[in-house]
Every structure is written in structure tokens, then in C-alpha cells.
């Protein structure tokens, strides 16, 4: 089976711009979570889609936003960025989105704002 | 408000002995605990995980013991290798609740 894809993997952006981030979960998985992991700190929680629907939010400006397609792919998009909006972008799988399932990662998008 | 911590950020352990990496929590409500490795410029991968049911889960090398009334945990890797050398996350979640990482601990093995 095969795992959580992200594209792309690394993407350079300059202050101002927008971005947009895709995540397809493992077949099957129908919850899918976001992260921001910036250097010196753990796994910042975004946002959770599940079944089309947002879930659960993290503290993170509306700057952020998401979405999820009724394939379960997910996209992350990032309006206005700040050079502080540098980091690896993780995206997260999990069947049903209950406590006891193990999340998924995959490998990340790498963005950089210039 | 940091619910899950993790308060050494680094560790150095020599090969072959025992890696011990701890994990404290505030919320009494998680009932689901994991632990994680990860490698630069890549995604955490799983790694082992333990239910409040529990006090202990073992897998290979790796074994992950649960302190409820401490609101510890530890994961234990015995022996090290090389290969163990990477980041740490624990992580815990109940319900449907968003998954909560502590901050990591980078782990060295030295040959």
C-alpha cells in the first residue's frame, strides 16, 4: 500500500506570495492532519479534515487555510506569507481520525520564503 | 501550553547500551500514546505506541513503559545502533482530538 505523498517536495516562495500544498493519505485513510515543524521546535498542529470537513483547528492565523476533496486528498494553502512561515510542512494520515490509530507522515514540503 | 514535554533535548548513549528517552504529560484525558523518529528533511515514522490500558509495549528493541499516576512516559532502546541516531517525538492524543507532539529529543549513538 503505499504511503502519504506530498507535492512538492521543496518550493521557494518570496514575502506576499500565496502557496499551496497537496497531501494524498494512504488508501483508505479518510482523516487527514497538517503540521509546521520549524527548527528548535516539535510539531505545530494546524488543522484535521476528516470526511471533507475540518475537525480540529490549531492556533495558527487565518493565513492558513485548507481544504479536503472528497478523495480524501487535502490541500494546504498559505496567503500573504512572512519569512517566519519557513519550514517543513507535514501532512499526517489516519483512518477515522479515532484515538488508538497510528498517523502516517509523509515526507513533507520543504518551503522557504525569501 | 505545552501538554506534552519533553525535557532533554539531546542525548548521547554508546552503542550498544541502552537508550532511555523520557516523556511527561499534563492532560489526564490522553489515553493513547506514540512514539516517533525522525530524520532530517523527513517525516516522522512511526514507531511504537501504547494504550492507558497498558503499562508496557514492547517491539524488537524498542519498548515503550507507561506511568499513568506519573504522567511519564519513557521509550527504552536496547541495544543502540548507529541507525537509532535521529530526532525523537512522543506524541498523544484521545478521542478524536488533534495528536500532541512534545518538542523532540536528538538521540546520537556514538560507535
Known amino acids: 500500500k503505499a504511503g502519504v505523498t506530498q507535492t512538492p517536495r521543496y518550493l521557494i516562495k518570496t514575502r506576499g506570495q500565496q502557496v499551496t500544498l497537496s497531501c494524498s493519505p494512504i488508501s483508505g485513510h479518510r482523516s487527514v492532519s497538517w503540521y509546521q515543524q520549524t527548527p528548535g521546535q516539535g510539531l505545530q498542529f494546524l488543522f484535521e479534515y476528516f470526511s471533507e470537513t475540518q475537525r480540529n483547528k490549531g492556533n495558527f492565523p487565518g493565513r492558513f487555510s485548507g481544504r479536503q476533496f472528497s478523495n480524501s486528498r487535502s490541500e494546504m494553502n498559505v496567503s500573504t506569507l512572512e519569512l517566519g512561515d519557513s519550514a517543513l510542512y507535514l501532512c499526517?494520515?489516519?483512518?477515522?481520525?479515532?484515538?488508538?490509530?497510528?498517523?502516517?507522515f509523509g515526507p513533507g514540503t520543504r518551503l522557504l520564503v525569501l | 501550553d505545552q501538554q506534552v514535554k519533553q525535557n532533554s533535548p539531546s542525548l548521547s548513549v554508546q552503542e550498544g547500551r541502552i537508550s532511555i528517552l523520557n516523556c511527561d504529560y499534563t492532560n489526564s484525558m490522553f489515553d493513547y500514546f506514540l512514539w516517533y523518529k525522525k530524520y532530517p528533511a523527513e517525516g516522522p515514522t512511526f514507531l511504537i505506541s501504547i494504550s492507558s490500558i497498558k503499562d508496557k509495549n514492547e517491539d524488537g528493541r524498542f519498548t515503550v513503559f507507561l506511568n499513568k499516576s506519573a504522567k511519564h512516559l519513557s521509550l527504552h532502546i536496547v541495544p543502540s545502533q548507529p541507525g537509532d541516531s535521529a530526532v525523537y517525538f512522543c506524541a498523544a492524543n484521545f478521542g478524536n482530538e488533534k495528536l500532541t507532539f512534545g518538542t523532540g529529543t536528538r538521540l546520537t549513538i556514538i560507535p
Open positions: 499526517a494520515s489516519r483512518l477515522a481520525g479515532v484515538t488508538q490509530e497510528t498517523q502516517y
